[in-house]
C-alpha cells in the first residue's frame, strides 16, 4: 500500500527553497497565475474565519486575514456535478444540460463538449492547466477532462463512495482501489509539483479535494488531531494542505503574482455545520448554496476585507478573464459576473438577482436583501415531507436563517421576485410549470 506521509511533502517543500525561482520584479511582467481550490461538501461554518469554535483552519484563517472574505457567496448547485460545471464554464448548469445530474459509475454523458472551460479559455491565452482531484462532469473518454482544457489530471473521474474507483494520471489508471487516506497529501504533492514545473510560465490549476465528502478519511498525520471527530480532521488536513501550497508559492517567488481562490462546491451533508443557516447539501435553503469564499492575491487583494454582496461560482470564469486579458468565450450566454471590485472588498454586487434550482426548475430567487423560496429539496417531492410548491419570501438582512416567510406584508417584494421568477424560467426555456405565480 502507498505510503504519504507530511514529512515527505514537507521535505518537498523545503527542497523547493533552493530552486530558482523568477523573482517578484520578474513575476509582475507576465499575467497572472490562478489557483481555484474546491473543497467537496464543506460547510460554510466550517472554518475559523467563519465562526468555527471547533476545527483548526490557521492557514485558511491567515489566507482570509491576508486577503477577502465573502460571506454571501453561493454555489450553483447543490450538489457536486451541477455546482462543478457551472463553476467551470460561468453558466447556469441548466444551460448545458447538467442541472440534474449527479454522475455515477455508468452513466455515459457529460459536461457537452461545445461548452467552454476555464480552462479552455487560458490555455488560448497561453497557460498551462491543470486537474488535481475529483473530476466529476463525465468519465468516459469523450468527456475526460483532458479534453476540456487541461494538460495534466491527476486523480479521480468521480465521488469517492462510487464503485469501482480508481486514481487516474492523466488517462493512466494507477491505483485501485484508491488509499483514500493519503489523496490530500499526494493532492498536495502533485501541485506543488505542477508550480514547480511551470513557474516560469503562467499556469491555472484546478484543485478540486475529494473530501470531506463521505467516506471520510485523513493520514496517519491528522486521524485523532481535532477536537471534530474524524470530519475535523479530514479540514484540518485540507487546510495544511492550503498552506503548503501557499507557502510553495512564496518559496518560488510567485506569491504576488497568483490569485488563490478557496471555496466549495455546495453545503455540507454529514459532519459539517452552517454557522446556522437552515438545512444542507441538495437543497435550495442557504445551508445547501452558501459556501464559504476567500481569495488572496498580495498587491492586488488588500488585506482583511469582507464583502457581503452576493456572488455565485459562475463569476470565476468572467473575473479570471478581466485579471488574465483573457477573451471570454463567444457565441453564448454568460451568467457570471466580473466581480473583481467585490475582490478588493466591495459589498456593492454585479447581480440584480441569483437562480438557485432544484432538477430541472428554480426552486428560489436570491438578491441582495431578499429570498423567494418555491422548492426547497433538490430532487423534488418528498412523499413524506413536501418540501415543494412553496411560497416563502424572506428578508435575508433580518432573518438569513430562513425562519419566517414575510410574503403576506410585503407583496410588493414578492410580486417583483415573482417577476424574476417568470423571466428567469423564460429565459431558461423552462415548461410551464408554476405558471400561475
Not at 67 to 86: D, E, I, K, L, M
Not at 398 to 422: G, N
Request: proline share 5%.
Amino acid at each position: 500500500m502507498m505510503k504519504c506521509n507530511l514529512g515527505i511533502v514537507f521535505a518537498m517543500c523545503l527542497s523547493l527553497l533552493g530552486m530558482t525561482g523568477i523573482t517578484a520584479a520578474e513575476s509582475v511582467k507576465r499575467p497572472p497565475n490562478v489557483i481555484v481550490i474546491l473543497t467537496d461538501d464543506l460547510g460554510y461554518g466550517d472554518l475559523g474565519s467563519y465562526g468555527n469554535e471547533v476545527i483548526d483552519t490557521p492557514n485558511l484563517d491567515q489566507m482570509a486575514n491576508e486577503g477577502v472574505r465573502f460571506t454571501n457567496a453561493y454555489a450553483s448547485a447543490s450538489n457536486c456535478t451541477p455546482s462543478r460545471a457551472g463553476l467551470l464554464t460561468g453558466r447556469y448548469p441548466i444551460r448545458s444540460g447538467m442541472a440534474h445530474q449527479v454522475l455515477f459509475v455508468n452513466d455515459t454523458h457529460g459536461l457537452p463538449l461545445e461548452e467552454i472551460t476555464i480552462a479552455e479559455m487560458l490555455k488560448e491565452s497561453g497557460y498551462q492547466t491543470a486537474i488535481i482531484g475529483k473530476w466529476h462532469l463525465g468519465h468516459t473518454e469523450t468527456f475526460w477532462p483532458t479534453q476540456h482544457g487541461f494538460d495534466y489530471y491527476y486523480g479521480l473521474p468521480y465521488s469517492n463512495n462510487q464503485n469501482p474507483l480508481a486514481l487516474y494520471r492523466n488517462r493512466q489508471k494507477i491505483e485501485e482501489p484508491v488509499v483514500q487516506q493519503t489523496l490530500t497529501q499526494r493532492y498536495t504533492s502533485e501541485a506543488i509539483n505542477f508550480i514547480r514545473d511551470n513557474k516560469d510560465r503562467p499556469f491555472f490549476i484546478y484543485i478540486a479535494h475529494t473530501f470531506p465528502h463521505v467516506p471520510l478519511y485523513a493520514s496517519e498525520d491528522f486521524v485523532g488531531k481535532s477536537e471534530a471527530s474524524l470530519y475535523g480532521d479530514v479540514v484540518e488536513e485540507l487546510d495544511w494542505s492550503t498552506g503548503a501550497i501557499l507557502k510553495s508559492l512564496k518559496a518560488m517567488g510567485l506569491d504576488q503574482n497568483t490569485l488563490v481562490i478557496f471555496t466549495s462546491d455546495n453545503g455540507p451533508y454529514q459532519g459539517g455545520v452552517t454557522a446556522g443557516l437552515r438545512s444542507t447539501k441538495g437543497t435550495a435553503w442557504e445551508g445547501g448554496y452558501r459556501v464559504p469564499f476567500i481569495a488572496r492575491w498580495p498587491g492586488e487583494i488588500p488585506e482583511n476585507k469582507v464583502s457581503n454582496g452576493i456572488s455565485m461560482n459562475i463569476d470565476l470564469l468572467p473575473t479570471i478573464a478581466t485579471i488574465t486579458r483573457s477573451e471570454l468565450p463567444k457565441g453564448r450566454k454568460i451568467d457570471g459576473r466580473d466581480i473583481t471590485s467585490m475582490l478588493k472588498g466591495s459589498h456593492d454586487s454585479p447581480h440584480e438577482k441569483l437562480y438557485f434550482f432544484a432538477d430541472d426548475d428554480i426552486a428560489a430567487v436570491r438578491t441582495q436583501n431578499w429570498k423567494a423560496v418555491l422548492s426547497g429539496r433538490y430532487r423534488g417531492v418528498n412523499r413524506w415531507f413536501p418540501d415543494h410548491d412553496l411560497k416563502l419570501l424572506f428578508d435575508m438582512n433580518a432573518d438569513p436563517q430562513e425562519r419566517y416567510s414575510v410574503e403576506s406584508t410585503h407583496k410588493d417584494q414578492w410580486e417583483k421576485m415573482m417577476r424574476f421568477y417568470r423571466e428567469g424560467r423564460k429565459e431558461f426555456g423552462l415548461s410551464a410549470r408554476h405558471k400561475s405565480r
